[in-house]
């Protein structure tokens, strides 16, 4: 009988996406369980991730973070979603759900900020608490703020299992399933992108400091 494998590419994550990561804003006790999804206007599978350069120079996109577990001291941010945009290494904006409270608006922040240090370094432009709206299903992810929209479909190998890759090194990158952007939209008067057909994954992360 044949036994069906997921198609693993096992790689090493190094230079920019590994450094920073992970570090702790001074004075803050954090944990963190969620589940991530991504898409960004690179190439599939994103070189970003394996400590390359974006595929056109510069890397933008929206990444949810959905919080099964976590706090940041003693403020709980268990059932918070965040969708972050960006442009590598310029800037980043922060969507929190509006079921949060000022307090868990405050703390959400500072946990990003620990878990995804580069983008504290770039500047966060701007932290709102607006409407998130997320759809999971077998082959599909769907999130959105008032901003910004990513729909992403999941890429399957040869066995017609999808494709994973591991050992990358990065806390918030264990599990990493390979998808590909639908749609990748922001649009505000600062910033605005739109892209299809691009690099998009799903992932996991259970982090504290």
Excluded at 161 to 185: C, D, H, K
Aim: proline share 3%; net charge negative.
């Amino acid at each position: 009988m044949k036994r069906s494998r997921l198609l693993t590419v096992v790689v090493s994550a190094i230079g920019i996406v590994v450094a920073g990561y992970g570090a702790a804003a001074a004075g803050d006790e954090w944990s963190i369980k969620a589940d991530i999804a991504e898409a960004c206007n690179c190439d599939v599978v994103c070189p970003c991730i394996l400590g390359g350069s974006s595929t056109h120079e510069q890397c933008e996109g929206s990444r949810l973070v959905q919080i099964h577990q976590g706090h940041v001291g003693d403020v709980n941010l268990a059932g918070i979603p965040v969708v972050i945009t960006f442009r590598m290494g310029e800037y980043a904006k922060y969507w929190v759900g509006d079921s949060a409270t000022d307090e868990q608006l405050a703390a959400a922040t500072r946990l990003m900020n620990a878990v995804f240090l580069p983008f504290e370094q770039w500047g966060v432009l701007s932290t709102e608490k607006v409407p998130v709206s997320v759809e999971r299903s077998e082959d599909r992810v769907k999130y959105s703020a008032p901003s910004a929209r990513v729909e992403i479909e999941v890429m399957k190998g040869g066995t017609g299992q999808p494709i994973r890759i591991e050992n990358l090194g990065v806390p918030f990158l264990e599990g990493y399933t390979q998808y590909r952007a639908v749609v990748n939209a922001h649009e505000s008067k600062e910033h605005n992108f739109s892209y299809s057909g691009t690099n998009g994954f799903t992932s996991t992360i259970d982090q504290s400091n």
